[in-house]
């Protein structure tokens, strides 16, 4: 009994500590652009966006994440939040970084 409750009290703090300490990136993203007072375009806008250059109504999005990517697109600020998409549009793969400021296609590739 007292080493079911100790398991549970362990996993409770472990819970815990990484709801303080840890956050996923798009929540940080979309954190720091408030704080930054910066304004972010939806999802469904770089959906939209990405639908668009490939000019097809028949897109299916495998994955869409909001990321800083800083280090990939350096700017003075170290602040870059960029919407990465993956597609699928007439059996064929992309992949799209999308500005998350101005919407800007930064990165269009088809997968081979």
């Known amino acids: 009994m007292k080493i079911k409750f100790l398991v549970a009290v362990v996993m409770l703090l472990g819970i815990l500590s990484c ?4 956050h996923d990136d798009e929540h940080f993203v979309i954190e720091e652009a408030s704080r930054r007072n910066i ?17 097809s109504n028949n897109v299916r999005f495998k994955d869409v994440e909001l990321d800083n990517e800083a280090d ?8 870059r939040p960029i919407w990465q998409l993956e ?12 500005d998350a400021v101005t919407g800007e296609i930064l990165k269009f590739k088809r997968d081979d």
């Open 19 to 22: 709801q303080a300490f840890c």
């Open 72 to 79: 990939d697109y350096p700017n003075s600020t170290g602040f």
């Open 39 to 55: 304004e972010l375009i939806t999802a469904q806008q770089a959906k939209d966006i990405a639908a668009k250059r490939l000019d």
């Open 87 to 98: 597609a699928v549009s007439n059996g064929q793969e992309y992949d799209f970084d999308i």
